[in-house]
């Protein structure tokens, strides 16, 4: 092909050396590429090598929980079992804290009894306490001597300090033989611990 170039010799020669630049340029890019390809594919043989790594980490993972699994039931239901236990033993410690000592009660009663007075019986019923006792007194002062006791068992902070209150109730007098004797009842109530 014949090629006609009418330029002056000036621009010829600053479009054959921009000509010739871009065979250059064009020339560096093909011995580029191979190399940028070979880098991009060798990156994906990495990652996929390192993806299946993982899938059969993840495998070898997931066989050993499942070897795992019974124990990891059992270690569970002990767990919920010790849980239980705590709770129940919280709740007997509650209680033993909470409970009166009435083996204590009854000797505090018998150290705190004035003389002529006895009892005759003492109950019980939720936090209902009744104490039915006589007393008999040679210089008829029965009254005072069940105030006594009324008194000894308040002043008694080891005894008194289950009860929120114990107050006396009916008093009737009654002769036996030739002595007066008066019956009398005091209740109180018991403290809620709750």
Not at 51 to 62: A, D, K, P
Not at 93 to 112: D, E, G, M, P
């Amino acid at each position: 092909m014949i090629e006609i170039n009418l330029l002056p010799e000036e621009v010829k020669s600053k479009a054959k050396a921009k000509k010739a630049g871009l065979g250059i340029k064009t020339k560096y890019f093909l011995y580029l590429l191979p190399a940028v390809l070979i880098i991009l594919i060798c990156m994906h043989l990495y990652l996929a090598i390192i993806n299946i790594f993982n899938s059969i980490q993840l495998g070898s993972l997931n066989k050993q929980w499942q070897q795992l699994e019974p124990q990891r039931k059992a270690l569970e239901a002990s767990t919920k079992e010790q849980t239980t236990l705590s709770q129940d033993v919280q709740e007997l410690q509650q209680l033993t804290k909470n409970r009166i000592n009435w083996s204590q009660k009854l000797n505090k009663l018998s150290l705190l009894l004035p003389s002529g007075v006895w009892f005759n019986e003492i109950s019980v019923s939720g936090r209902d306490f009744t104490l039915q006792g006589s007393v008999v007194s040679l210089q008829k002062e029965e009254v005072n001597l069940i105030k006594k006791l009324i008194d000894n068992l308040r002043n008694d902070a080891d005894f008194f300090r289950d009860f929120a209150g114990l107050e006396l109730g009916s008093v009737q007098k009654k002769t036996t033989g030739s002595y007066d004797v008066a019956d009398f009842i005091l209740s109180g109530k018991l403290k809620s611990n709750d």
